[in-house]
């Protein structure tokens, strides 16, 4: 028996075999099986928007400019 990486080892008597063994052939990987894409689609959004794809701003009685509510009195 001889060990690939020590170059001191040498090859015993009786450990050998009668003739060397071949590599067997590689086989193949099997095809791989192909996920069918699906379809994408286009959501409606549920508020307006504009050109840039933002909301379109709505003025609302109850709050002010900067977003807070208005207190009645």
Known sequence: MRDKKDNATF???GFGSAE???PEPKK?????ARRAA???EQLELLEPTDATG???WQRDENLDV?????WQN
């Open 20 to 22: 060397p063994l071949a």
């Open 66 to 70: 900067t977003g807070l509510p208005v």
């Open 11 to 13: 090859d015993l008597p």
């Open 38 to 40: 699906l379809k994408q």
């Open 28 to 32: 193949p990987p099997p095809p791989r």
């Open 54 to 56: 933002l909301p379109v």
